[in-house]
């Protein structure tokens, strides 16, 4: 069984940074296309981030793209997303997961999740 672990969250004010890590026990990272997807209050699960099996290929919701970053140490079995310029809006609870497919941004086709780690952006 894969594991996920996500740490990395807190409050940090607008415009500012925040690298979330998230620990893959179990299998290789190179096994899954890994994701990040974030949930607001009162809000439905949304996708973030996508990373290949590969590590060659990522994918990005509109919202972030510029701002954040998802990559891999393969080496640590990790994976990271690096969130810069961050915006109240961004506040969320943010996990990680791995799915069968490569890169896709489809909620529903991650099989494996974190417990995920919270993330509060003040404004």
């Known amino acids: 069984q894969v594991q996920l672990v996500e740490s990395g969250g807190g409050l940090v004010q607008a415009g500012g940074s925040l690298r979330l890590s998230c620990a893959v026990s179990?299998?290789?990272?190179?096994?899954?296309?890994m994701g990040w997807l974030r949930q607001a209050p009162g809000k439905e699960r949304e996708f973030v981030a996508a990373l290949s099996r590969s590590g060659g290929s990522t994918r990005y919701a509109d919202s972030v793209k510029g701002r954040f970053t998802i990559s891999r140490d393969g080496a640590k079995n990790t994976v990271y997303l690096q969130m810069n310029s961050l915006k109240p809006e961004d506040t969320a609870v943010y996990y990680c997961?791995?799915?069968?497919?490569?890169?896709?941004?489809?909620?529903?086709?991650?099989?494996?999740w974190g417990q995920g780690t919270r993330v509060t952006v003040s404004s």
């Open positions: 997961a791995a799915s069968q497919l490569s890169t896709t941004t489809t909620v529903r086709m991650y099989n494996y």
């Open positions: 179990g299998r290789t990272i190179s096994n899954y296309g």
